[in-house]
């Protein structure tokens, strides 16, 4: 029997375990499990291009994401429940840090009862947050959820992504990009304040490392002057001057943005991209956010002596924005013709419409340009889809 008592001790040893030692999760995950009477646990992570779910143990299968009940729960981050044979039962808990999809959590028990699922929510819990620690210094991960050698130039981009998604009650911003391990010269980033979402997409010129280089120079310089407060005219000045100093024959397109979480304002400069894409009432309002662009990033001196242009527009809760690269538009289909806006934007309209989330949408659409049959990337796809959706102003659930 597991008292409560126990089940906080066995938590606690398990939290220690991931603090003091460096052995792999996986043993130290199965000792916690029995420990709960929960009998067995397994962790699986989801794969680069989020297709399997890689079990952090080598006597697990790996996991179709797509067809497959461990495949449901990450889709939609819910819990499923299962029988699996000799009177045992498994339970799916989804592996999530604040809003991003790490993978699942497989509980084998003999009876699912309340404490059962409340001590495998728990340990899921904990899981996701030892994940997420333990990969910023161990390859451990990284090496499971690969499925072929990465290039240099995309190694190197990688290294400066943050994670797929983030949110908050008010936002969600997440991304795709590729191809996963030829990337070349596009990239993302995004990052909250207590008040505000910054997001931007780059494109680098060239598909080398080079541009990868140029990428996260402009990466790291708009992290720099956002990080002491800089508002968003004077990180795009940073960008240029730190591209101008260090790789004065290099430039990048881009869209940065910020986000007002309170108001709903959006604000962004266009760098010699393609316009972001509002969608409002599950329509394209396709020119609502067109502006003529700026030049790109490292290119301050076609400006003319003047400054750059910052745009502001007011968003209504439910809108989903997309920024992204021309690889995404410009990629071949199966007819012979383009990606297109129009098709685009009708995926992610369709799917809104369905009640799929943000990064699920994102996931299924890039598949539906990399498996079609015949359909190839011209160019690195990089996508970004912020959604604000900030809570009733009466503090009542929407719905």
Known sequence: MV????????????????????????PALSRCARALGLHHAVAYLADLQQRHLVPLTDVAPVLPIDDSLAGWTYRTQSMRVEPSGSGMMTAWFPLIDGAERLGVLAVHTPALSAAALTRGRALATLVAMMVTSRRAYTDSFVRRTRTERMRLPSELLRAFLPPRTIG???????????????????????????????????????????????????LAACRNARRVGADLPEQVRTVDEALAEWLPDQFSTAV????????????????????????????????ALARDPDPPLGLPHLLAGRERRIHEAALRPGDRVLLYTDGVTEARMPDGELFGLRRFADYVIRATAAGELAPETLRRLIHSILDAETS?????????????????ADGRAAG
């Open 256 to 287: 940065l943005t910020q986000l007002d979480l309170d108001t709903g304002v959006l604000r962004w400069c266009n760098c010699g991209h393609p316009s972001p894409l509002l969608i409002r009432d599950q329509q394209l309002l396709p020119d």
């Open 376 to 392: 190839r990337l011209k160019d690195d796809a990089t996508i970004v889809l912020l959604e604000w959706q900030p809570p009733p």
């Open 3 to 26: 008292t409560s008592d126990s089940g906080d001790d066995a938590l606690q040893e398990f939290l220690a375990d991931a603090v003091s030692k460096t052995e792999d999760l996986a």
């Open 168 to 218: 908050d009650a008010r936002v969600v911003s997440t991304a795709v990009l590729e191809p996963a391990y030829e990337i070349g010269g596009d990239a993302f980033d995004h990052a909250l304040t207590d008040a505000t979402l910054h997001a931007s997409v780059l494109d680098s010129m060239g598909h080398n490392l080079a541009s990868g280089l140029t990428s996260a120079l402009s």
